[in-house]
């Protein structure tokens, strides 16, 4: 009976380790307070953007957190805890975990870590007002086509005025 309620616990903590090393950043929140609908509809918003959400023991969260070398980690982990992992967009979990906040006191940002470095509360916002992979993208783009645009804009108007002085 103890060998296969130890067994089920490593499974759990392996589990977080998983999810840990592969997430590129992740959200711990105390999600105390909020009504069974609030948190389906945070799970939402984090399921469209490719967040997990879990629940977890904090002792299991420890263990593995531990087992990771970010016992620094740990402070964190005090009352009810869920866990936002982020996958290929890194400031999904905190900009949706931040935006909830926002509307939804009762979601409290406790900390996170991003490539390997732990945040306080303060620093998951700050990752929260990054723009997200898209909208750099976009705006990179929106300004490498910028140039390209006065250009033929002043090409075209060069034509004009020799058209008209040729006539």
Partial sequence: MKDSV???KQAVISEIREKIE???SLVLVDYRGLTVEQVTDL???YRE???QYKVYKNTMMKLAFKELGFEDFNQYLEGPSAVAFSGEDLTAAARITNEFAKSNEKLVIKAGILEGKILDTNGV???ANIPSREVLIAKLLGSLKAPVSNFVYMLDALRKKK???AA
Avoid: I
């Fill in 125 to 127: 916002k700050a990752v």
């Fill in 22 to 24: 592969n997430s590129g």
């Fill in 163 to 165: 058209e008209e002085e």
């Fill in 6 to 8: 130890l067994e089920q």
């Fill in 49 to 51: 953007a490719g967040v």
């Fill in 43 to 45: 799970r939402k918003k």
